[in-house]
């Protein structure tokens, strides 16, 4: 076992070198780039997924002597969403406390508004006064629950009540770090969905500031209903286009490699001095496989560094990750799996039920995610156990049926984001 544990070690660091590496390489060439034909003096990046970009884009920025300053910015969705969400609207807010994700129980709903533990469960008496607090619910119960809780009164007022508290210190941290400032900048982040530029606007926008703020981002899936699409630009895959990569991504692997090793941000509070990030506290397993991760990314960038010439930059900008993503997310070795998949992932904005990223699933389990029976137990309101890198789980407990369960993984995605994509099209033709 100890000749396996080196070898998955080594495979990760491999991964890094001649994977991650180059594609965070890549990416950055792009922004800085973009930020240049954009006029941008200042890139702000979100933190955590913005940790490695930000000290990397420093190194790039300083070795072609490019005037743009890259700033580290303390935040998460939750940071920002309890402060926004009374500005956010009542459809937006409704919608983003009801979405659906990996085992979302009703206390997991509450905690998304802000609401303590005694808060959640004066609402759960309300609304659902004979059933478990902290029991998974299906996307079924998850759409059900909306119509009550927009109605709820007590709800609303205690959601407002919570972003009341927190949004002079949010702002005030922001405007601390210079995003009130008459300077030209922009924010960079792995991108989505496009939640967190929507949620800092409408902050900014309580704080005086008219001017929308604009964003790169690695990828976008979808953008917030009634963006500009020209406030968001994409380096991998857009909203409307890139299935094939789509498919072939794993924005949840993404997420986990490129990140910080402190904990979440969960707000702001005055020191006596300054505004300064309440973070939580990561596992100590996972800081330590993270801290690993994050060596062997700098290591990367000091030899890019020593070994710098301009034609290193181009070949950043010509570079097709395409390849490397697809092999390393969509069809990993087993020791790829066993390293990247061993890492805790959350997919819900207060991180509750961390758990690998690659979960062992049975054969049932796996069956599960087909599309039948996926469709077969979402029509009966039933739950499925499931994974943030269903890709790696498969490499890990698809046993002899391996194949299989990986075509099916594969086939559901892309249908996935061919819908996504469908939808997203025929919005901007109705605006």
């Known amino acids: 076992m100890p000749q396996e544990g080196e070898a998955v070690r080594r495979d990760g660091a491999a991964a890094v070198s001649f994977v991650l590496g180059p594609v965070l390489f890549a990416f950055l060439c792009w922004v800085i780039r973009r930020a240049g034909q954009l006029g941008w003096r200042r890139l702000y990046f979100l933190s955590r997924d913005g940790y490695l970009m930000c000290e990397m884009a420093r190194r790039i920025c300083r070795k072609r002597n490019i005037p743009i300053e890259c700033r580290y910015l303390y935040a998460s969705r939750f940071a920002w969403r309890i402060p926004e969400q009374d500005l956010a609207g009542e459809k937006a807010f409704l919608d983003r406390i009801c979405r659906n994700g990996m085992e979302v129980s009703f206390s997991g709903l509450m905690k998304r508004a802000g609401l303590t533990e005694e808060e959640g469960r004066r609402i759960a008496a309300l609304l659902r006064p004979q059933k478990g607090y902290d029991g998974v619910l299906s996307g079924k119960e ?15 007022r205690l959601a407002s009540l919570h972003a009341g508290r927190t949004h002079a210190n949010a702002v005030a941290y922001l405007k601390q770090e210079g995003l009130l400032e008459e300077v030209p900048y922009g924010i960079v982040d792995s991108g989505w969905i496009g939640s967190m530029q929507e949620s800092l606007n409408n902050l900014l926008h309580s704080a005086g500031k008219r001017e929308g703020v604009q964003g790169c981002y690695f990828g976008l899936y979808d953008l917030p209903k009634g963006a500009k699409e020209e406030d968001y630009h994409a380096f991998y895959f857009s909203p409307g286009l890139g299935i094939g990569k789509k498919a072939r991504f794993s924005n949840c692997l ?25 973070r939580t506290e990561r596992a100590e397993e996972d800081r330590r496989r993270i801290e690993e991760m994050r060596d062997w990314f700098f290591a990367y960038m ?32 087993r020791e790829e799996s066993l390293f990247f998949g061993s890492l805790s992932f959350s997919d819900d904005t207060t991180e509750e039920r961390m758990r690998p990223l690659a979960a062992r699933l049975s054969q049932g389990q796996l069956f599960a995610q087909h599309l039948i029976p996926r469709i077969l137990l979402e029509t009966l309101g039933k739950t499925r156990k499931e994974s943030g890198w269903m890709e790696g789980t498969v490499r890990l407990y698809g046993g002899r049926l391996y194949a299989w369960h990986r075509a099916e993984t594969l086939f559901y995605k892309y249908l996935l984001y061919a819908g996504m994509q469908g939808r997203y099209r025929k919005r901007r033709k109705a605006v």
């Open 142 to 156: 998850i759409r059900a629950l909306r119509l009550p809780l927009a109605e709820c009164m007590e709800f609303r």
């Open 254 to 278: 993404f997420e986990c490699v490129f990140t910080a090793p402190q904990g979440m941000t969960i707000g702001y509070e005055n020191n006596g001095i300054r505004m300064i990030p309440k």
């Open 302 to 333: 000091d030899a890019m560094e020593e070994l710098w010439e301009e034609r290193l930059w181009a070949e950043g900008e010509e570079l097709d990750v395409f390849p490397l993503l697809k092999s390393l997310m969509s069809a990993p070795s």
